[in-house]
């Protein structure tokens, strides 16, 4: 039970992670109606761009909560640049084409920042700085509470909250809502919409930066293709939410955290990765809308 | 006369290779109700959205003596153009009262925003009651109703109605077309798109007959009531 307990918590921790990535498809699915292929590359680049940071500021060797707040703003502030400027020049191009020319796009996009990683960064993998010291805040009944683990559910929360204010008390996420229902309508109130897409982007991307600092904090080791598998993750957990939904993408990355931290505690950690495929496969079967997603009913 | 509001002048709109609009000449003029009738397919909605800059176009088409064929859609609000789309298109996901401020999206005045969302309000109670229901659950007459009061909460100096009877009951019909007839009284300019040409007709002070997007009739509404051709093609009578 206890276990249970301490599983029930990774689960969480990891659901959160997953679910900072999540948000950036479905954001972006929800305004273009396309899938980022992208994101988890941009997602790469917050990480390198933290470690870069924080040597050239030689604050690797000195952790504290100051490491942890210039990095996440560090992260946050490269990766919305690099998504703003993927928005910019490879898909806002592509604006009236046929989604599968877009799609294609994102594919060689993600590509290229891989590979480009690759030359850039170099393949070998490196390690991310230390962002703070990893101890035991609470230990009892056999649970064991980190700081990792508090700092990660904390700001990730912190991030999700943010989100939802923007997407849900502002005139701005007004926006984004009105463009991701119907561009053309939401241009007929004075809306730009591509402006609240280049702002969709810059959003969801920084959330995949905040991401980053997290994971690399987590489990340092950092390398050109490390959104490879996040990013798999991320997508099927915002497809089993139901793409396209805000509370969909969350309640998915929840499911795909939780469930993962069970598979590999009760069954096999060779099924780690399988499951993310296994649930793709299961939904898109049962469930392609995802769980909360929606078909909008239009009257005539 | 009245100064006019929307001027065009050789107006064309092509979809690929469909020349929707074929080189309209119209006009708008200040404090009117103008109907664009005609069938199916004529090319009413055509000419609101090339009016709104939907729809790139070739020609002239001035807004108040300024040519805005160059002017993005999301600028045209902002001088004045509002419009009630074909469809409504309200945002189904939002509720009745955040479709209403976004269609105050491009104002600044605090204050005459609240002002006009109380005007919307009492133009139409129904909408009063369903603040927060979200637009997507309406019937299709609060829609019309959203969609209507939407368009008048950005301040407009022209009001583009695409169909507003479209769908709804009889009465609910003679209702809103009392709206718009007292939305006029009270100055504002309306060019009405409607099947329901009689109605139109009879709230309106000119009217244009369309057909395959040109312009084969134009006079004041009274005149077309009585005309031959209107009435066996239109009214059905
Ligand atoms: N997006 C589009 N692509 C191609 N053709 C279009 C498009 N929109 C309209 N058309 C064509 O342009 C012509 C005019 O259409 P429009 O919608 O303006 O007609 P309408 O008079 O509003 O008709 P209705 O009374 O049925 O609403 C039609 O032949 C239509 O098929
Ligand atoms: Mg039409």
């Not at chain 1, 292929?37 to 100051?66: C, E, K, Q, T």
Request: charged fraction near 15%.
């Amino acid at each position: 039970m206890q276990d249970f307990v301490q599983h029930l918590i990774n689960g969480i921790s990891l659901g959160s992670i997953y679910a900072l990535i999540a948000l950036g498809y479905t954001m972006v699915y929800g305004i273009l109606k396309m899938i980022n292929f992208a994101h988890s590359d941009v997602y790469m680049v917050g990480a390198f761009a933290s470690y870069y940071v924080a040597r050239w500021l030689g604050i690797d060797s000195n952790p504290s909560i100051g490491t942890l707040i210039i990095l996440l703003l560090t992260s946050m502030f490269f990766c919305s640049l690099l998504g703003l400027l993927i928005e910019r020049l490879a898909y806002r191009p592509l604006r009236n084409s046929p989604k599968l020319n877009i799609l294609i796009t994102a594919i060689g996009v993600s590509l290229f920042l891989e590979y480009g990683g690759q030359v850039v960064f170099g393949a070998d993998p490196k390690v991310f700085p230390d962002v703070m010291k990893d101890f035991v805040l609470f230990s009892g009944a056999g649970i064991e509470l980190t700081s990792f683990d508090i700092t990660v559910l904390i700001v990730s929360i912190l991030a999700m909250f943010a989100l939802d204010f923007l997407i849900y008390k502002t005139k701005l996420g007004k926006a984004m809502r009105a463009v991701s229902s119907n561009p053309s309508v939401a241009s007929l109130m004075g809306v730009n919409p591509d402006r609240i897409i280049s702002f969709t982007f810059i959003v969801g991307s920084a959330l995949a930066g905040v991401g980053s600092v997290l994971v690399g904090m987590k489990y340092p080791k950092i390398d050109p293709l490390m959104g490879m598998m996040i990013g798999l993750k991320a997508f099927v957990a915002a497809v089993l939410g139901g793409i396209g939904s805000i509370s969909g993408a969350v309640l998915g990355a929840l499911i795909m955290g939780l469930s993962e931290e069970m598979v590999v505690a009760y069954l096999s950690s060779t099924y780690r990765d399988a499951l993310a495929f296994g649930i793709l496969i299961v939904i898109l079967i049962f469930k392609p809308a995802g769980i909360l997603g929606k078909y909008s009913v239009e009257k005539v | 006369m009245s100064s006019a509001m929307i001027t065009t002048e050789n107006l064309n709109v092509h979809y690929g290779s469909i020349h929707a609009l074929k080189g309209l000449n119209f006009e708008v003029h200040q404090g009117e109700i103008v109907s664009l009738i005609g069938a199916n397919g004529a090319g009413k909605t055509t000419t609101l959205r090339a009016i709104s800059g939907l729809v790139p176009v070739t020609g002239s088409l001035q807004f108040e003596g300024h040519d805005i064929t160059k002017v993005p859609v999301y600028k045209r609000v902002e001088l004045g153009i509002a419009q009630s789309p074909e469809g409504r298109g309200v945002f189904p996901l939002m509720s009745v009262q955040e479709n209403l401020e976004m269609g105050a999206y491009s104002r600044k005045d605090k204050a005459g925003i609240k002002k006009d969302y109380e005007m919307c309000l009492d133009l139409f109670p129904r909408l009063k009651e369903r603040l927060w229901q979200m637009a997507g659950t309406m019937s299709g007459g609060e829609q019309q109703m959203l969609a209507i009061s939407r368009a008048l909460m950005s301040k407009p100096k022209i009001l583009l109605l695409d169909e507003p009877s479209l769908g709804l009951a009889p009465l609910i019909v003679a209702q809103i077309f009392e709206i718009i007839k007292k939305l006029n009284q009270d100055g504002m300019t309306i060019l009405l798109v409607e099947q329901n040409a009689r109605m139109a007709l009879k709230i309106s002070h000119r009217a244009y007959v369309l057909e395959t997007g040109k312009i084969v009739m134009q006079d004041s509404a009274a005149n077309l009531l009585n005309n031959d051709e209107v009435r066996k093609a239109y009214l059905g009578v």
